[in-house]
């Protein structure tokens, strides 16, 4: 297996919507509108918040950051992402925010 450095994955920060919601989120419902965007932004940034905040605990802020927006780069990658609505994924990208300020809402 390869790994390439620099990659958010080997700091446990998930970089792509189907690491942040479970896959039968999106692959097993015929429509994007199955999840509010409410509920993806509280989802992703509860699903992220554990690893954020390890990662700030160990390389601090501004490993945060950056990883965060690594995920939110690698969203539009991912073979979930099309399915979501514009308003889930503005919720997906707030969320991985949120996760990375510190706190859900």
């Known amino acids: 297996m390869t790994t390439t450095p ?12 189907g690491e942040l919601v479970p896959p039968q989120t999106s ?22 918040l554990p690893r954020v905040d390890k990662l700030r605990k160990e390389s601090g802020q501004g490993a945060v950051d950056q990883a965060v927006a690594e995920a939110i780069d690698n969203f539009p990658k991912t073979a979930d992402w099309p399915v979501l609505t514009p308003e889930q994924q503005q919720a997906a990208v707030e969320g991985a925010h949120d996760a990375g300020a510190g706190k859900c809402t």
């Open 6 to 17: 620099n990659s958010s994955v080997s700091n446990g920060v998930p970089t792509s919507p």
């Open 27 to 48: 692959r097993e419902v015929s429509a994007p509108s199955a999840i509010s965007p409410a509920q993806m932004r509280r989802k992703t940034c509860e699903d992220l």
